[in-house]
């Protein structure tokens, strides 16, 4: 699934609720599947869990499960202040990233 749509029945991805707040549910993206799909509501699993989830899809964002790529990419993106998150800075980001450049440990 490339991100287009909504997620196809038993593929794991990531999901959050749009209007979570830390107090209510987890605020972030988060791992999940979907192992059904109605006109309005999903049900979800989390993994390592029996666990599941009944939400309406207009409720929540989807997406793939991001590569470590991503999230490293994502990572230095936050870094900088807003004005700097432009499509070309993190094109500058994913060419560090694949020529090895990764974060160094302060000691």
């Known amino acids: 699934w490339d991100g287009e749509g909504l997620p196809p029945i038993g593929v794991p991805i990531e ?4 209007g979570a707040t830390p107090e209510w549910a987890n605020p972030d993206f988060h791992e999940t599947t979907i192992v059904a799909m109605g006109k309005q509501i999903a ?3 989390h993994p390592g869990s029996d666990l599941e ?3 309406r899809i207009e409720d929540y964002d989807f997406r793939p499960i991001r ?3 991503d999230r490293a ?5 936050e870094e900088l ?6 499509d070309g800075v993190q094109v500058v980001c994913r060419a560090l990233y694949r020529a090895g450049y ?3 440990e302060v000691e």
């Open 73 to 77: 990419v994502e990572a230095m993106l």
């Open 43 to 45: 049900i979800f699993t």
């Open 81 to 86: 202040a807003p004005s700097m998150k432009t």
């Open 53 to 55: 989830t009944v939400g």
């Open 67 to 69: 590569s470590e790529e």
């Open 102 to 104: 990764r974060k160094q």
């Open 15 to 18: 999901s959050k609720h749009k």
